[in-house]
């Protein structure tokens, strides 16, 4: 099987910012204990671009996102994306995902639940209505970008179909279809896609299920009409256009854990101190910017999420 890899990232760096980035960093997780809510550190309107009936966010459903933190225009993020059924190459998913049907969609929810439900994509959208979450994404490759995602709690969304108490881990899956995803029809990755959590991870309120790219459907290219964002992890666990959900009692398999183990890990949680062994993991360059800035121990959320690993060693479970 041909194993396409993503390229190696050059290592070259123009200045040193860390002192100035890591300080700023530290004065904004302090401002968010204290202030216990991030609404007051995210003023800035994002300008949507199309779109209509916007909801208000309540401030305390926005993210932590730095006062410096700008989002990423929505041309970048609709046109440099990892999506592998319809090519390797950053450009293919906005040139080729158009022959995504995002609609009919189904979502079945099945495994260890008391209640499996096979849900209608427009039925999860009328009973999880979007909120709009400002995150930050970083992609294993050291790019990173700033979203507006739209969407609502996993947890809150598992809940529905009443986990068992054997239930340790979330499993996700890509739709599997070769009409709607020509990638599909080349050994580059095993098919479908397929990722995983830890059920605290899957639990915790950061773990968003996205319908909503600044404030309009999530276009396919991005995952329509449904995938995950998980901040705090790089971005190959954040699977798209999902169309199952299977709660499971032992660690499910990650797509790119079975394609190159040595280089990705189930965990991916987003760590300056653990490189890819091809590539330092220190820095990462965020679309548009000139500069690279350091990455961040995960992904900068680990006020809320360091508890989850508390006694871990993250070399190890990388
Ligand atoms: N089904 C599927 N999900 C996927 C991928 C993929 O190739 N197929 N790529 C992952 C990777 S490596 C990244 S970085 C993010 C990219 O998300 P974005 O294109 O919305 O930025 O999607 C993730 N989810
Ligand atoms: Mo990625």
Redesign the pocket.
Request: charged share 15%; glycine share 6%; aromatic share 24%.
């Given at each position: 099987m041909l194993i396409k890899r993503p390229p190696d990232i050059p290592s070259s760096e123009i200045t040193d910012q860390s002192l100035y980035f890591s300080r700023r960093e530290f004065m904004a997780a302090a401002g968010a204990l204290i202030a216990g809510s991030a609404g007051r550190r995210f003023e800035g309107s994002v300008a949507a671009p199309g779109s209509t009936n916007r909801r208000a966010v309540e401030p305390s459903n926005r993210q932590s996102v730095d006062a410096n933190d700008t989002p990423t225009p929505y041309e970048d993020?609709t046109t440099?994306?990892?999506?592998?059924?319809f090519g390797t190459d950053k450009s293919d998913?906005a040139k080729h995902a158009h022959t995504l049907k995002a609609r009919p969609w189904t979502l079945r929810v099945e495994g260890e639940v008391h209640q499996p439900r096979t849900w209608d994509v427009e039925e999860i959208l009328k009973d999880f209505p979007a909120e709009e979450r400002i995150y930050r994404?970083r992609?294993?490759?050291a790019w990173s970008?700033v979203?507006p995602w739209g969407g609502f709690e996993l947890g809150k969304f598992l809940k529905r179909s009443e986990p068992t108490s054997f239930a340790k881990y979330v499993e996700f899956t890509?739709l599997h279809d070769r009409k709607q995803m020509p990638g599909q029809r080349s050994g580059v990755?095993p098919w479908p896609?397929v990722e995983g959590l830890r059920m605290d991870e899957a639990m915790h309120p950061l773990a968003i299920l996205v319908t909503e790219l600044y404030g309009k459907p999530v276009p396919s290219?991005?995952?329509a009409p449904i995938?995950l964002a998980v901040p705090w992890k790089?971005?190959?666990k954040?699977?798209?256009?999902i169309v199952r959900v299977r709660l499971v009692r032992e660690q499910p398999l990650n797509t790119?854990n079975v394609v190159a183990p040595h280089e990705y890990g189930f965990y991916a949680n987003v760590n300056p101190a653990v490189d890819h062994p091809r590539w330092s993991q220190k820095r990462e360059r965020r679309i548009g910017e000139l500069f690279k800035r350091p990455t961040l121990l995960f992904n900068g959320y680990g006020e809320q999420v360091a508890s989850l690993y508390a006694g871990m060693d993250l070399r190890k479970y990388f």
């Open positions: 993020v440099y994306n990892n999506f592998y059924e998913p994404h992609c294993v490759e970008m979203i890509t990755l896609y290219q991005n995952g995938r790089y971005g190959f954040s699977i798209k256009s790119w």
